[in-house]
């Protein structure tokens, strides 16, 4: 199963930072189930954070002004996966 992105990310912070739990996973053949778990919660979570921000601020009319839309919905995104680097992958 391919990875993604937030697993990717978490794979290259235990690689540098958890050192005993990247060899552990590496060796019982757990590193992949575990990255495409983290990858698929991660995901998850920032679906859930984006609609919680969405339903908290509102976007503008995306059919009269489409690019205050798209960079309120980008914004949206990023403060949702700001939280969820924080808590899940780099921690």
């Known amino acids: 199963m391919p990875i ?3 697993g990717m990310l978490r794979k290259a912070f235990l690689k540098t930072e ?3 739990m990247y060899a552990h996973l590496m ?3 757990q590193l992949n189930h575990y ?3 983290i990858d698929r ?3 998850e979570q920032i679906e859930q954070t984006m609609q919680e921000l969405l339903r ?3 976007a503008p009319d995306k059919a009269s002004d489409p690019l205050a839309w798209t960079g309120h919905m980008n914004n949206l ?3 949702a996966e700001e939280l969820i680097l924080t808590e899940l992958i780099y921690h």
């Open 4 to 6: 993604g992105k937030y």
């Open 18 to 20: 958890r050192k005993g």
């Open 27 to 29: 060796l019982t053949e």
């Open 35 to 37: 990255l495409t778990d």
């Open 41 to 43: 919660t991660a995901r």
């Open 56 to 58: 908290l601020n509102p």
């Open 77 to 79: 995104k990023r403060q």
